[in-house]
C-alpha cells in the first residue's frame, strides 16, 4: 500500500500518469479495455426454438455477429451507458421468416465497475 | 518542472517500478510463420518457420499461473504474422474470458474488413500496424509490391472503431527518411492518433544491409522531426521505447526513457521460453513454460532485468549519463555482455 502511494505520487510528479501508460518497440499501445460483452440467446416467441442464422449487429451496423445453431450470440462492443443492438432476419428462408427487431439497452454504472462487464439478453422474434 | 528535478524523480519512479515489477505486457509470441519477407525483420522469420505454431492451451496454462493479475495487464500477440494464425479470434476470447485484456501487432497483408469484425467481436482492445514509408519505400522495404495497398485499406478499418487504441509503427531507414513529413501528412489525413518511430537493431536480416541504418546525423534530424512534430499536436508522435537520448529525454517521448524489460514487461516465445521483448537476445531466456510455472520464473528470476549493474561495461562504463540511461534498451546486448550494440545518446552528442 505505502509503496503504491510512492509510485503514484512519483509518477505524477513526473508529470506522467503517462509514466503508467507505456509500450515497447515491437508491441501495441495499452489496452484501456473499454468494452462491453454482450451475449444471448435468440428465439422464436412462436415456438421458443432457438434461430440460427440471425445477424446481431451494434451502434452503427459495421459490428455484428451471426447466431450459432443454438441461437446463441457472443461478442464484445465498445463501452456505453446505451447500445442500441438490431437483430435482423437475414436468410430469408432458410431459417423461417421473422420480423426485425431494434432495442436500446441500458447499462448501469456498477456493471462496468466489474473487470469483465457484461450483459445476456433474451430476444424473442415473431415470425413474419 | 526543471529538468533535472524532473529526471531526478523519473529515476526514483523507475528504481521503485523495479523493486515492484508488477507484470503489465505480456508478449505472446504465438507464430513465426510471415506472408512477407521484409529487409528489417529481427527474428528472421520466413514462411516455412522451423516452429510449429504454439498450441493454445500450451500458452493459457502458462497464462493460468498468473494469479491476481493487474488490472491494466495486456497479452500482446505477436508473431511472424499473427493473423495467419486460423484461430486467432478464439486466442483472444480466451484470454479475455480470464479478465485480461488483449492486442496484436500486424503488418496488415490480411487485416480486410471481415477479420476486423471477427477480431473486435473476439475483445481486440489495441492494434498495431507497422507503415514504413508511402508506396515504395514501403513495398521495398515489405518485399512486396501490394503490401502499401494492403496497410493502407487495413489502416482506414482501424481509424473506424473508436474503442481501439490503435498506433501506427514506421521503420525509419534511409529510404524513408526524407519522406517523413509526407508520411506524417498521409497519416493525419487518414485520420491515425497516434505514430511511433522506431530504428532498425543490428540484428536478423537487416544485419547486413547498409540502407536500414541512419547515419548519426540523420539520426539527429530524426529526434528533431518527432521533437517538431510534437509541438504541432496534429497527431500523437513519439519515439519508440528503444534508446536514451540524452537532450531530447522528456522531448520525443511522453515520458523518459526506461526500458521496462522484465520489470513489466514479460514474454512467451515461440518455442516456450519465458523471457521479455521478443528482440532480446534469446540466451537471455529465464525458464520455458514446458518445464517452469510461469508466474514463478516472473516472480523470482529476471535478476539480470531488475539489475541492470552488469552493463556497466564497455563504452557504459564510465559515461556521465549511465544513471538515466543503465546501458540503454536491453535489446541492444548479446550474451558476452561485453558492450552494448548502440549508443543513441553517442549519436546525437557530437552532432
Ligand atoms: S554509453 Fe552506455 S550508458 Fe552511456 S549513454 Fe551510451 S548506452 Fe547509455
Ligand atoms: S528491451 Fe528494447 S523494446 Fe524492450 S522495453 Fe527495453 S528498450 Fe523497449
Known amino acids: 500500500m505505502k509503496k503504491d502511494w510512492k509510485r503514484k505520487i512519483v509518477g505524477w510528479l513526473c508529470l506522467s500518469s503517462i509514466a ?17 460483452l454482450i451475449e444471448g440467446l435468440v428465439k422464436s416467441k412462436k415456438t421458443g426454438f ?79 | 518542472m526543471n529538468k533535472l528535478l524532473k529526471q531526478a524523480l523519473f529515476r526514483e519512479f523507475k528504481k521503485n517500478e523495479t523493486k515492484l515489477h508488477e507484470l503489465n ?52 500477440i505477436t508473431g511472424g504474422e499473427p ?32 477479420k476486423h469484425i471477427s477480431l473486435l467481436n473476439a475483445g481486440l482492445g489495441a492494434l498495431t500496424l507497422s507503415l514504413d514509408g508511402l508506396t515504395d519505400s514501403h513495398n521495398w522495404l515489405r518485399n512486396n509490391d501490394n503490401s502499401f495497398k494492403r496497410v493502407d485499406k487495413a489502416i482506414g478499418l482501424a481509424v473506424s472503431t473508436s474503442r481501439l487504441n ?60 518527432i521533437n517538431e512534430s510534437r509541438k504541432r499536436n496534429e497527431i500523437d508522435i513519439k519515439f519508440s521505447c ?23 514487461i514479460g514474454s512467451i516465445l515461440i518455442d516456450g521460453s519465458i523471457s521479455a521483448c521478443p528482440n532480446i537476445d534469446r540466451t537471455f531466456a529465464q525458464g520455458n513454460i514446458y518445464k517452469d510455472n510461469f508466474f514463478n520464473i516472473w516472480q523470482t528470476k529476471y535478476i539480470l532485468f531488475r539489475d541492470r549493474s552488469w552493463t556497466k561495461t564497455g563504452q557504459c562504463a564510465d559515461c556521465k549519463q549511465y544513471k538515466d540511461c543503465q546501458g540503454n534498451g536491453f535489446h541492444y546486448w548479446h550474451s558476452q555482455k561485453k558492450n552494448v550494440l548502440v549508443c543513441h545518446h553517442q549519436k546525437i552528442k557530437y552532432e
Open chain 1, 50 to 128: 432457438p434461430i440460427k442464422g440471425i445477424k446481431v449487429s451494434v451502434g452503427d451496423k459495421m459490428q455484428y455477429t451471426l447466431t450459432d445453431e443454438n441461437g446463441q450470440f457472443s461478442f464484445y462492443t465498445a463501452r456505453m451507458n446505451n447500445t442500441q443492438i438490431y437483430i435482423e432476419d437475414i436468410d430469408s428462408t432458410e431459417n423461417s421468416l421473422f420480423i426485425n427487431k431494434d432495442t436500446l439497452i441500458t447499462i448501469k454504472d456498477s456493471i462496468f465497475n466489474t473487470k469483465l462487464p457484461k450483459v445476456y439478453l433474451n430476444i424473442e422474434l415473431e415470425p413474419k
Open chain 2, 166 to 225: 490503435f498506433d501506427v509503427v514506421t521503420c525509419v531507414n534511409n529510404r524513408n527518411f526524407y519522406e517523413l513529413e509526407e508520411v506524417r501528412k498521409y497519416l493525419i489525413q487518414k485520420g491515425v492518433k497516434a505514430w511511433r518511430l522506431f530504428t532498425i537493431v543490428p540484428i536478423g536480416r537487416a544485419k547486413v544491409d547498409a540502407e536500414m541504418f541512419l547515419t548519426d546525423s540523420r539520426f539527429k534530424k530524426l529526434m528533431d522531426f
Open chain 2, 25 to 76: 505486457y505480456l508478449f505472446w509470441e504465438c507464430t513465426t510463420r510471415c506472408n512477407l519477407n521484409c529487409r528489417h525483420c529481427g527474428s528472421d522469420c520466413s514462411k516455412d518457420s522451423q516452429y510449429k505454431d504454439m498450441p493454445l492451451d500450451h500458452f493459457l496454462k502458462a497464462l493460468d499461473t498468473i494469479n491476481n493479475s493487474s488490472d491494466n495487464f495486456t497479452v500482446v
Open chain 2, 242 to 264: 528503444e534508446g536514451y537520448v540524452g537532450k531530447y529525454e522528456f522531448k520525443v517521448r511522453d515520458s523518459g526513457f526506461f526500458c521496462r524489460a522484465g520489470i513489466n
Open chain 1, 20 to 36: 503508467f501508460v507505456f509500450q515497447a518497440c515491437y508491441g501495441t499501445p495499452q489496452d484501456f479495455g473499454n468494452d462491453l
Open chain 2, 83 to 114: 493473423l495467419l494464425r486460423k484461430d486467432i479470434e478464439l486466442c483472444g476470447r480466451e484470454i479475455r474470458k480470464r479478465g485480461m485484456r488483449w492486442s496484436l501487432v500486424s503488418n496488415g497483408y490480411l487485416y480486410d474488413e471481415q
